[in-house]
């Protein structure tokens, strides 16, 4: 749950960015109840699709991931990869914004 926390946090919009989140907002903004502390891989695609502004790229977001969740990290943590899923669809003619 911190983890999601932290990501949740990096992404809110420029005037609370970084900061703590409130307690129980990483539930709330996860759609769990409040004292969950475990979600799945779906109820956090499904909380950042509803989150991510339009300026959020990919570079930003990657940017964040990255400084959140080291390789290291997740051999130590023994957190799984999430599931990488093949995008026939992209045209990559357009710009790189989520």
Do not use: F
């Not at 749950?1 to 609370?16: H, S």
């Not at 989140?21 to 799945?40: A, V």
């Not at 080291?70 to 130590?76: K, L």
């Amino acid at each position: 749950m911190t983890a999601a926390g932290l990501l949740l946090a990096e992404l809110a919009p420029e005037l609370d960015r970084g900061k703590p989140l409130p307690n129980g907002m990483t539930q709330l903004l996860l759609r769990i109840e409040k004292g969950t502390l475990k979600y799945s891989w779906l109820q956090l695609t499904a909380c950042l699709a509803r989150s991510l502004d339009v300026r959020d790229t990919i570079a930003s977001i990657s940017r964040i991931l990255n400084e959140l969740l080291s390789p290291m990290t997740q051999v130590v943590a023994d957190i799984p990869w999430p599931p990488q899923a093949a995008h026939k669809d992209t045209d990559s003619s357009t710009s790189k914004r989520i």
